[in-house]
């Protein structure tokens, strides 16, 4: 059964650095993209970010290039969504999410449960 | 502001037929770009309802359906059913200067 499970909610302060993770299981974490999608609060999907962790090739949305720096380690599975100085704009809800099909970045079939991250002074 | 629009809301009485609108441009849908759909219930991720335009992934019913024409699609339920309120997301490639994968702003479906 593919999984993708993030890790758990964050309070930081404006300027400090975060990075937030998703454990992908159940198939083969070097061959599929994983992305990165924010949702800040009672507002839509925003597609932040792709990684393909067979050999680490990231896209960025204009958006967020910049902003956030995306990773991965493949010996761990896990992919990650990383920021050097927060601001309280980047309060929001994170999911992370892979697309269905190998190889090739499209549709998101499986998502992870989200991790909120609140900026507050 | 999204490349792709959504109405902010729809609504409609149980058993009845909504659509759903995801007006895009030349630069996305029009180009040729494949529109997909998600579901997201109220407190939960999103969730995989419609791919390619057109196609159900397994275990969603054929009570929803795709189609896409021109530079738009649109997102069909039929027997609408109070557990169908949520919020529904339509996603395609915008090839624009601001090359990227968009979503939709978002469309609050409300059962009556």
């Known amino acids: 059964e593919v999984q993708l499970v993030q890790s758990g909610a964050e309070v930081k302060k404006p300027g400090e650095s975060l990075k937030i993770s998703c454990k992908g299981s159940?198939?083969?974490?070097?061959?599929?993209?994983i992305g990165w999608v924010r949702q800040m609060p009672g507002k839509g999907l925003e597609w932040m970010g792709i990684i393909y962790p067979g050999d680490s090739d990231t896209r960025y949305s204009p958006s967020f290039q910049g902003q956030v720096t995306i990773s991965a380690d493949k010996s761990i599975s896990t992919a990650y969504l990383q920021w050097s100085s927060l601001k309280a704009s980047d309060t929001a809800m994170y999911y992370c999410a892979r697309p269905m099909v190998r190889g090739v970045i499209t549709y998101f079939g499986y998502w992870g449960q989200g991790t909120l991250v609140t900026v507050s002074s | 502001q999204s490349v792709l629009t959504q109405p902010p809301s729809v609504s409609g009485a149980p058993g009845q037929r909504v659509t759903i609108s995801c007006t895009g441009s030349s630069s996305n849908i029009g180009a040729g770009y494949d529109v997909h759909w998600y579901q997201q219930l109220p407190g939960t991720a999103p969730k995989l309802l419609i791919y390619?335009?057109?196609n159900r992934p397994s275990g969603v019913p054929d009570r929803f359906s795709g189609s896409k024409s021109g530079t738009s699609a649109s997102l069909a339920i039929t027997g609408l059913q109070a557990e169908d309120e949520a919020d529904y997301y339509c996603?395609?490639?915008?090839?624009?200067?601001?090359?990227?994968?968009?979503f939709g702003g978002g469309t609050k479906l409300t059962v009556l």
């Open positions: 390619g335009n057109s």
């Open positions: 159940g198939y083969s974490f070097t061959s599929y993209w």
């Open positions: 996603q395609s490639y915008d090839s624009s200067l601001s090359a990227s994968w968009v």
